[in-house]
């Protein structure tokens, strides 16, 4: 799973869903002044971001997309079906670990990165980690649900 930030302009929302307050500075687009916009009129909005890598090219990516998926069901409790990616999202890593492995320039590349990744990991508050260990529970009862159909 890719890891996800969430924030939001509001406070209390921010707090209840463990989300932190966006900290971007900077020229925006039409998303930034949709957030304030509706921020001004008191309609609470969140923000979901997954950080990839600058490497791999822009194409879709089942990974990223089921781990956004995956944080957004964790913060509002909507089945979003993510755990349907599962195999795609597999395949897709496979593929991706075989095109670095296969270009020893990228893989120490790469390791670069990982290890410059590693150094600056934030840690996670506990909010976090219990809406983490909730959404493994669910998935963990999902999957047995679909083992005994």
Not at 20 to 36: A, N, R
Not at 42 to 48: A, E, H, T
Not at 116 to 130: C, I, M, R, W, Y
Request: proline share 5%.
């Amino acid at each position: 799973s890719l890891g996800v930030i969430g924030s939001s302009t509001n406070k209390d929302l921010a707090q209840r869903l463990g989300l932190s307050s966006p900290s971007y500075q900077g020229p925006t687009g039409l998303v930034g002044v949709l957030h304030d916009t509706l921020d001004q009129a008191g309609i609470p909005v969140l923000s979901l971001r997954v950080s990839l890598p600058h490497y791999i090219p822009d194409t879709p990516n089942p990974k990223a997309t089921r781990s956004l998926l995956r944080r957004f069901e964790q913060v509002t409790g909507v089945d979003t079906g993510y755990v349907g990616l599962d195999r795609e999202a597999a395949d897709w890593q496979r593929q991706v670990t075989a095109a670095v492995a296969g270009d020893p320039e990228i893989a120490e590349y790469v390791k670069r990165l990982e290890a410059q990744a590693d150094q600056s990991e934030e840690v996670v508050s506990g909010d976090v980690l219990a809406a983490e260990f909730e959404a493994f529970l669910r998935e963990q009862d999902r999957r047995s649900d679909e083992s005994e159909s």
